[in-house]
């Protein structure tokens, strides 16, 4: 049955292989680097932490998380990520949209004044080296650079997610998450 992290894409209907593939990302969510001038995509955040260096940029109303890959494992967790987020769409979880881009880096523009903070809690500027550092740690395919691009989504952070027990400060979680029958799907797929 449905829930609050599950629809039951599957079993409705097959999907088109193009539905397929694009998995969470709605046609406006696509990138679209074809149609991209120079400077249009705005980086207006260093990435804070994580195992993945990289930035935020908009692009219109739309923001998106740029992580590159790590050197010794090139296009291996980008696209893990992208290949994960279909299959979990395509059976029926909510999913963000992930999709990895290669583009010209003469597209990105730098936010005077950015800062990002590292997993030890120190806060460096994000300017350009910093970003030329970030982009790189990814592989480029001649002059073009290959990032993965998660669409940003709206709301407001609550924290980690945590497969056991339910959340204090969320009076609607009363199901212990080690019980709930999302999870125990999740773990088939």
């Not at 088109?16 to 679209?32: K, N, V």
């Not at 990032?147 to 709301?155: D, T």
């Amino acid at each position: 049955p449905d829930s609050a992290w599950f629809t039951n894409r599957l079993g409705a209907s097959n999907g088109s292989l193009e539905e397929l593939l694009r998995g969470a990302c709605t046609r406006e969510e696509m990138i679209d680097v074809a149609s991209a001038k120079p400077g249009d995509w705005l980086i207006d955040q260093g990435k804070p932490n994580g195992a993945s260096p990289g930035f935020r940029i908009r692009i219109g109303k739309r923001k998106y998380m740029l992580k590159a890959d790590v050197k010794e494992q090139p296009e291996r967790p980008s696209a893990a990520s992208a290949i994960g987020a279909a299959i979990y769409h395509a059976v029926g979880y909510y999913t963000s949209c992930e999709q990895v881009v290669y583009f010209d880096p003469s597209l990105l523009r730098l936010k005077p004044g950015l800062t990002a903070t590292d997993n030890s809690g120190v806060t460096k500027p994000f300017d350009k080296a910093a970003l030329r550092w970030v982009l790189d740690q990814a592989p480029w395919r001649g002059p073009l650079v290959r990032l993965q691009a998660s669409a940003w989504l709206p709301g407001y952070l609550l924290g980690p997610f945590k497969y056991e027990g339910t959340r204090s400060d969320d009076p609607n979680d009363v199901i212990a998450h080690e019980d709930r029958r999302d999870l125990r799907g999740a773990r088939l797929v």
